[in-house]
């Protein structure tokens, strides 16, 4: 098999020779493989129809000069004598590659009833607690190996919890159990379901994650797709069907099963945990736990602690999320090709005179900002594409780095309080809703009294408020000179009407729990994993670091 990267063909090209729905989903047409068959060909000087089995492994779009917008794909197929055409095209963007080989759930299923039959069953059956995508997949992977996790979830199952979530936008009482960041899917199940990480990983497991996806009811388009996203709407079908496979592997998942702590022998190892079903306080023996709570289980970080979890604090960013016309966005990013191209994102950073980072996260294109509180009282927002990112509006959050020296205490606690104390004032600012402010009055630390062009799009009320009241101004100060040093690089961006609206505290985990080579922490038997533990920042790392400790799990666990 051949691989080519770094194929550019001209924006315009394709769009003038493919439908333009598909151009705008990010869906790649027969026309379009027809373009890029035929560029192939002219590149290696040999027939198109000596390609075979063409695949699109990767598309991309190059609009560094927005009047000259190219699409960017690296591609496979086969053809004969592929060493020797490799060698004649004599450029460094073709190779040959071996096959990849993937055990098929059909041969998986048989392995794992083999082993049942066999009475082959763990001596102590894993569990697993959280079932985000870091719980989900180490699940997943111990299943596969027969191993029968029993998996808890603090919240409830994917269709109670977006009956919750959408009654608590619209007015009714918050859950503090099921919510935006607890339940089934994790918090990302209310997110734009982004697919793409910093990650670098040789093993191809980020591949076998996105085939995953896919197999279970993702668009296909994420294979290829150099920033893949699902959106909330898609992403919560892949969770479902990531819980039957488990339970189909002989699995057992108990959701409104809050974990409170680990129970730990003379020697310092795990025996079992203390959970709570019911109202009922419960005694679970096991001698393997992955602990894959989220970034948002501060009452779990707490009682850790007392348990003597080794844990330190880490940095973490806060800020705002800001709102601005998906037009402008697009217009800023493609020039005059902006009505035929899907919907634009970007990424930004800079350095403030105080040495504070200050960059965008989580950029939401077509999407909405959302009410993502997780406690009685408090206040914090995330943002929300469906697949179809078809809203007027895009949404950032802008935030800024702060760290332990800011947190008023050397507990390794206290950048939790720190989230809790900036979410309380966020709360009382807006008298429980979304507090809202354009940016203008942010500068000038007014209260807005109305909009400009630009209207918000939320789930869930907002109200007028200060959000520079909220926030300390060694946050404040380099926000806004990060804002108006976009400004150079999208015009528009920190236009006086711009919305933001607060506040944005749950960028990663404000604490990471110690764990060594093998994954396990201080207290044996104990794996930390994903954002909650400080060792992922998306969906893709979090799921990739919960197959790393279930194989780990896997590797180590004695059958009878």
């Known amino acids: 098999m051949i691989r080519m990267t770094q194929i550019k063909i001209p924006a315009s090209l394709i769009i003038e020779s493919c439908p333009a729905d598909t151009i705008k989903q990010g869906i790649i047409s027969k026309q379009e493989e027809a373009c890029v068959r035929v560029e192939v060909a002219s590149m290696l000087n040999i027939p198109d129809d000596e390609l075979h089995e063409l695949t699109v492994e990767k598309k991309s779009v190059d609009a560094r000069k927005r009047d000259e917008i190219y699409f960017v794909y690296n591609i496979t197929f086969h053809t004969i004598r592929e060493h020797k055409l490799v060698s ?65 979830e603090r919240g409830g199952d994917i269709n109670s919890r977006d009956k919750k979530v959408n009654d608590f936008w619209n007015g009714a009482e918050l859950d503090p159990e099921t919510n935006v960041q607890f339940g089934e899917g994790g918090a990302g199940t209310f997110s734009d379901g982004k697919l793409y990480t910093g990650v670098k990983d040789k093993t ?27 959106g909330t709407d898609r992403l919560r079908d892949v969770v479902v069907a990531l819980r039957e496979r488990i339970l189909a592997l002989g699995g057992e998942i108990f959701f409104n099963t809050r974990f409170e702590t680990p129970i730990i022998n003379e020697n310092n190892e795990l025996v079992g945990a203390v959970i709570k079903q019911d109202g009922n306080i419960i005694h679970l023996e096991c001698n393997k736990l992955v602990l894959a709570t989220g970034h948002s289980a501060r009452d779990t970080f707490k009682n850790l602690k007392a348990a003597g979890l080794y844990m330190e604090a880490k940095p973490f960013a806060v800020g705002v999320r800001v709102q601005h016309s998906q037009g402008m966005i697009n217009r800023n990013q493609y020039g005059k090709s902006f009505k035929s191209m899907p919907p634009a994102d970007y990424k930004l950073t800079h350095t403030s005179k105080s040495g504070r980072g200050v960059y965008t996260f989580c950029m939401c294109p077509g999407g909405y900002v959302v009410n993502a509180s997780s406690r009685k009282g408090k206040l914090c927002v995330n943002g929300m594409s469906y697949y179809d990112r078809g809203s007027a509006n895009s949404n950032s959050a802008v935030v800024v780095t702060v760290g332990p020296s800011d947190f008023g205490s050397d507990d390794v606690l206290a950048g939790a309080r720190f989230q809790k104390t900036l979410e309380k004032y966020a709360y009382e600012s807006a008298n429980g809703k979304i507090p809202l402010q354009l940016f203008g009055d942010f500068v000038n630390d007014e209260i807005s009294t109305g909009f400009g062009l630009l209207r918000p799009l939320t789930k869930g009320d907002y109200e007028f408020a200060n959000i520079r009241k909220i926030l300390p101004e060694f946050v404040s100060i380099p926000l806004i000179e990060g804002m108006q040093a976009f400004e150079h690089k999208i015009k528009g961006f920190a236009d006086e009407e711009v919305i933001m609206l607060g506040v944005e505290t749950r960028t990663s985990s404000p604490v990471r729990m110690i764990r060594g080579e093998d994954y396990q922490s201080n207290i044996i038997g104990l794996y930390p994993c994903g954002e909650g533990a400080g060792y992922a920042g998306g969906i893709i790392s979090a799921a990739l670091d919960g197959i790393r400790v279930g194989d780990m799990i896997v590797a180590t666990t004695e059958l009878e």
């Open 204 to 230: 191809g497991k980020i591949r076998d994650i996105l085939e995953t996806f896919a197999n279970y009811g993702a668009p296909s388009q994420i294979l290829y797709d150099a920033k893949p996203h699902v």
């Open 88 to 152: 004649q095209y004599g450029k460094g963007n073709a190779f040959v590659i071996p096959e990849r080989s993937l055990k098929d759930e059909n041969s998986i299923m048989k392995d794992v009833a083999l082993q049942i039959a066999l009475g082959r069953r763990p001596k102590s059956r894993p569990v697993v607690v959280g079932t985000g995508p870091a719980g989900l997949f180490a699940a997943l992977e111990i299943a596969e190996a027969g191993l029968c996790p029993i998996v808890i």
